[in-house]
C-alpha cells in the first residue's frame, strides 16, 4: 500500500495490529493508544518501531506527552469525514507539545480535507482508496493564503 507522507507518494513501511492481535518482535507497527499504556515496557523491548493509533474518542493526547521523544509514528484514526475532533489533536501535537515524529491521518478522510489536516500538522495521509492518492497530493496546494495563521 502507498501513503503520501512530505508531500511525496511512497509505500507504506508500518502495520497496525489491532488490540486483539499478537505482536511480532520486529516489524513496525501502531498499536491503540489505550493497548500502548497498558503495554508500554514490552513494546519498548521490541526490535521493530511502535507509533501509536489515537482515535477520536481518545479525550487527550496529554497521556503520550512525556514519551512523545520515543515515538516515531502517531496515527489520527478518523471514524468519518465530518469528525474533526482529531484535527484538534494535530494541533495539540504540533504546536502545544513539540511533536516532530510524523503524523499520519489514516480513516474516513476526503481528500479535500488534506490541505486543511497539513495546515494543523499532519504530514502523512493514507487514503483508504489508493487511486485517490494524486486527487489528495493536487489538493494539498489548493490555496496561496490562509487567513489564520
Not at 502507498?2 to 511480532?24: G, P
Not at 514490552?42 to 489515537?54: H, Q, S, V
Not at 511533536?99 to 478522510?109: N, P, S, T
Request: aromatic share 8%.
Amino acid at each position: 500500500m502507498q501513503i503520501i507522507k512530505d508531500k511525496q507518494i511512497i509505500d507504506n513501511t508500518w502495520v497496525f495490529v489491532d488490540d486483539e492481535t499478537e505482536i511480532s518482535a520486529n516489524g513496525n507497527i501502531t498499536v491503540s493508544l489505550a493497548r500502548w499504556l497498558q503495554q508500554q515496557p514490552l513494546l519498548a523491548n521490541r526490535e521493530g518501531k511502535t507509533g501509536i493509533r489515537i482515535t477520536s474518542s481518545d479525550q487527550t493526547t496529554a497521556a503520550i506527552a512525556d514519551n512523545l521523544h520515543g515515538i516515531e509514528l502517531i496515527e489520527l484514526d478518523f471514524p468519518g469525514f465530518g469528525d474533526g475532533r482529531l484535527f484538534s489533536h494535530a494541533h495539540q501535537l504540533r504546536k502545544h507539545l513539540g511533536y516532530q515524529g510524523e503524523i499520519r491521518a489514516v480513516g474516513h478522510f476526503l481528500p479535500d480535507q488534506v490541505y486543511y489536516l497539513q495546515r494543523v500538522g499532519v504530514n502523512a495521509f493514507q487514503l483508504e482508496d489508493e487511486n485517490q492518492l494524486p486527487l489528495a497530493l493536487s489538493c494539498m496546494n489548493d490555496f496561496t493564503v490562509n487567513y489564520q495563521s
